[in-house]
């Protein structure tokens, strides 16, 4: 039985991070792609040239047939909590379903009603009308995106929040402070502008591909020319606030922040890794080294967590064993402490059961003491408390490096498109090309980052994945998973066929 | 000010609410019945592009209102959220799948080289507005035939069937509901064409099309209703939260709410007469009726299940851990901050309309799909 709920659990987030990344391939190019249609219809607008409308339909195609696909894996998202971690549903659905509700009301409704217009109206509204309406579509869009990262950023960071013995659940207090959370902030205001930095790419990719096939070469140097401003922005800001989220993760989520450094032992001038080898065999607690090869930057990582390159960042060891001198109380005397809470909650609901006022008070002060570490109490060993370390770390590493490189490329771009010596360059256009696909790698790494590196919470130091599912068989969420499966790469081949073509076919005549 | 209410007010307005986006939803599912509609009612392939870019223009919207009928529940009602999504998992999972394949359909369609071919798509469109109204239509029912399951201490659920929700395909009351959802959706969605293209062979064929699935809903309608007023239902008692079986409880409730009865009649009066109107008179405008009349009815169901002391996703196998509006509910608080957010509700609707009304002053023709300035676009 107890290696059934396993594999439910483990099927059950195998599909999570399933259908999670496919949603993903598409949405970030919608947010991005949205305002850079925005942009290419307001100068059609603001200039009456008719070339510029050519272009904007032409990237309003591609967006069309990314957008479907984005809706279509989107709508199991929203679902699945119910389905596959209905526990977690019950358990948090008082504070996690509102910006959920909300999204629907102030976001998709923007999206679907103005969208029609977008694409079918350029005869049936005016010309302002349909320029207002393709703002809507590119403000409904990141709106709901604001949302939907207002409830990943409580599961990160789970703040202005009570538990109710009585419903065996958590209830919000305050609306404000949950929408308002830094790391509500931060997962907004990264996720956004590095989708625009992905978008960006994207443009700048198809258009790389005309100039050198020496096709649409007017269209591809304006669309160039847009998009490497907005992407040399969007960059200064996805690396700036994604400090700020390591800032953050400092102190709300160390273990995440130690994963991400491979750091096992925590220190003052703590290094950061610019780049290392992961050594497999390394295991919370034993002698051997953390790394193969590695190059560090000494003192940085303590700059990134306390804004002082000679302060304490703790390590995994510190997390799971506890550190006295530093005052960090370890995985270890949390799951003591935890499986109090736990014991004391079940107690509770007994003698409130048997109308024992009593012993329920008795049961319920102890159970105070001890609740912030409720969700320990269903761990068994403080290992568990620790994320898969090699792929966090390799994730971070890649989407930092390239979110490094990215800006460079934006620059030289942006460089040559002033002189007006694009063309000339066809280095730099298949650099371009490349980059397409590194957008969405990093892209990609940034989630694993986000969610891998929290593990094993859903909810942080709260609600651990393993009590947050459904209990159903796992054949059934294994059958589920490969539906999903064949379902999407069917979808994806589907889509990326139908790009490519209208790629081929280029903007209208 | 909304702070100020009781607690019960809330969980009725939420209700009320719900019930609104649910029974709106139903009244948008013309396009599901017009996607069923694009192998038998068009006489050829332009026809057949007619009708699916007239729901075309609607598909999103209709898909948006079931994502927040999802989002209000699981904000308003956390516990049937988790409780009914989480049991009867394959009969939400299928009803899911259908609205991926829809998603696409539209979109990829038309489009060259879009690997399946046209003619998947159109069979995925048909399966949203067959299987998935369907099964929607079973899951509804289960709101009054009830469903196998208990809730732990925690209100963790455990589901008595491995079908997972399947075995409410096996209700006779649960399938035609089911029907009648797909019949009525097929008539809605022929009255919105006659109302939007503007073809005159394909409109003729649309106007008898509505009657006739207009007819065939009438014997699943019938059965929904025989049963809804000779059933036992399950009654909640307000003071203790017990539930019971009470025979003929869905007739006591109609009756002690005699607006639901207006609701009901009203809503069944004003669809027939807005398939009459279209069919036999030769109006354009049915769709209105048809639409309306909808979302009465959905508002008189969905008050059935929910008001007068009834619980609205009962449990047949622990009566007691049976749903009702009062223990399935948000706290308080969050009930409160959902209100104040629902007053945006008018807004969007505002602006809806005002979109739908500019897309919509004009039908659609064959000629735009063609040679239109958007026709590359077409779906
Ligand atoms: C120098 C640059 C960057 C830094 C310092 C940085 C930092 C971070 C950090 C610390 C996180 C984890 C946040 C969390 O777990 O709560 C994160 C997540 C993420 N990153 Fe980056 N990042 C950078 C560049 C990029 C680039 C170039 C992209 C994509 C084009 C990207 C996309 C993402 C995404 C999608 C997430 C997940 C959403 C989130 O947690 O905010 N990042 N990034």
């Known amino acids: 039985m107890g290696n059934d709920i396993l594999m439910t659990v483990n099927w059950s987030r195998a599909q999570f991070a399933l259908t999670a990344m496919y949603h993903w391939i598409f949405v970030p190019l919608t947010l991005g792609l949205s305002f850079l249609v925005a942009f290419f219809e307001s100068i059609y607008v603001k200039t009456g040239d008719e070339s510029w409308k050519k272009l904007t339909k032409f990237w309003m195609t591609l967006f069309g047939i990314n957008f479907a696909i984005g809706v279509a894996t989107g709508i199991i998202m929203e679902f699945q909590f119910g389905t596959n971690w209905s526990n977690y549903s019950w358990m948090v659905g008082d504070i996690f379903g509102a910006p959920l509700a909300v999204e629907g009301i102030f976001a998709f409704f923007l999206e679907a009603t103005f969208f029609a217009v977008m694409f079918f109206g350029w005869e049936r509204a005016s010309k302002r009308f349909h320029l207002f309406s393709t703002w809507m579509v590119a403000i409904g869009s990141n709106l709901s995106a604001v949302w939907i990262l207002v409830a990943n950023g409580w599961m990160q960071n789970p703040v202005a929040m009570a538990f109710n013995p009585d419903k065996a659940r958590f209830e919000m207090q305050n609306f404000f402070d949950v929408a308002l959370s830094p790391t509500a902030v931060q997962k907004f205001t990264h996720t956004t502008s590095s989708s625009f930095l992905l978008a960006s790419l994207f443009v700048m990719g198809i258009s790389g591909l005309f100039l050198l096939q020496n096709r649409h070469k007017e269209m591809a140097k304006r669309s160039m020319v847009v998009a490497s401003v907005l992407g040399l922005v969007s960059s200064g800001f996805a690396a700036f606030n994604g400090d700020e989220s390591a800032f953050h993760i400092a102190h709300r989520q160390p273990m995440k922040l130690a994963a991400m450094e491979g750091l096992y032992t925590g220190t003052e001038k703590a290094p950061i890794v610019a780049m290392g080898i992961i050594n497999p065999d390394k295991k919370p607690g034993d002698n051997l080294p953390a790394f193969k090869q590695e190059v560090i930057v000494p003192g940085m990582l303590s700059l990134l967590a306390n804004r002082d390159p000679n302060s304490f960042v703790p390590g995994i060891n510190d997390l799971v064993y506890g550190n006295p001198t530093r005052k960090i109380v370890g995985a270890q005397e949390r799951i003591a402490s935890g499986k109090i809470a736990v014991a004391e909650l079940a107690k509770y609901k007994e003698a409130k059961k048997a109308g024992d006022q009593a012993g329920a008070q008795a049961a319920l002060a102890l159970f105070n003491q001890h609740k912030d570490n409720l969700g320990y109490g269903y761990l068994n060993r403080p290992e568990e408390a620790v994320p898969p370390v090699a792929l966090t770390f390799y994730a971070f590493h890649i989407m930092v490096g390239l979110g490094t490189f990215f800006p460079i490329v934006f620059l030289c771009v942006l460089f040559c498109s002033v002189r007006g010596t694009l063309e000339n360059h066809r280095w730099l256009s298949a650099i371009c090309f490349a980059c397409l696909f590194l957008g969405y790698v990093a892209s990609q790494a940034g989630w694993v980052v986000a969610e891998v590196g929290r593990q094993p919470w859903a909810i942080e130091g709260l609600l651990p994945v393993g009590v947050a599912s459904t209990a159903i068989a796992a054949g059934s969420v294994k059958t589920t998973f490969f539906i999903f499966l064949f379902l999407f790469t069917g979808l994806l081949i589907a889509e990326i066929g139908i790009m490519v073509k209208q790629i081929k076919i280029g903007p209208e005549a | ?379």
């Open chain 2, 1 to 379: 000010m909304i702070g100020n209410l009781d607690i019960t007010v809330l969980q009725q307005l939420w209700w009320l609410i719900a019930s609104v986006v649910g029974s709106l939803f139903l009244m948008l599912t013309f396009v599901q019945g017009g996607q069923t509609l694009i192998f038998t009612l068009p006489a050829s392939e332009e026809e057949k592009s007619l009708i699916v870019n007239a729901m075309g223009r609607k598909w999103e919207l209709t898909f948006t209102t079931l994502v927040l009928f999802g989002g209000a529940l699981f904000a308003a009602f956390p516990l049937f959220y988790a409780t009914s999504f989480g049991g009867a998992y394959w009969v939400w999972m299928l009803i899911l799948f259908t609205f991926v394949l829809q998603a696409v359909s539209y979109e990829y369609r038309k489009k060259p080289n879009n690997v399946l071919g046209a003619r998947t798509y159109e069979i995925f469109m048909f399966l949203n507005g067959s299987v998935g109204i369907l099964l929607i239509g079973a899951a509804v029912g289960t709101f009054f035939t009830g469903s196998r399951f208990s809730l732990g201490t925690y209100n963790q659920v455990t589901w008595g069937t491995p079908y997972h929700g399947l075995e409410a395909a096996l209700n006779y009351f649960n399938v035609a509901f089911g029907l009648f959802l797909v019949f009525l959706a097929r008539t809605l969605g022929a009255l919105y064409l006659v109302n939007h293209v503007n073809h005159e062979a394909l409109v003729a064929r649309a106007r008898k099309a509505s009657l006739i699935n207009l007819a065939l809903s009438l014997p699943f309608l019938l059965t929904v209703l025989y049963g809804l007023l000779t059933m036992p239902g399950f009654a909640v008692d307000p003071a203790t939260g017990v539930v019971s079986l009470e025979q003929g409880k869905y007739l006591h409730n109609l009756l002690g709410m005699p607006i639901v009865l207006v609701l009901l009649l009203v809503g069944l009066v004003s669809v027939v007469w807005g398939v009459v109107a279209t069919a036999l008179l030769n109006k354009n405008r049915g769709i209105w009726f048809g639409g309306l009349g909808t979302v009465l009815v959905g508002l008189a169901v969905f008050s059935l299940a929910g008001y007068h002391g009834t619980a609205f996703y009962p449990s047949l196998t622990d009566l007691q851990s049976s749903l009702t509006i009062y223990n399935a509910s948000s706290s308080k608080f969050t009930l409160t901050v959902m209100s104040y957010v629902a007053l945006g509700v008018p807004f969007v609707l505002a602006y809806v309309a005002y979109v739908w009304r500019v897309m919509d002053s004009k039908q659609l023709t064959l000629a735009e799909l063609t040679t239109g300035e958007d026709a590359r676009k077409m779906y």
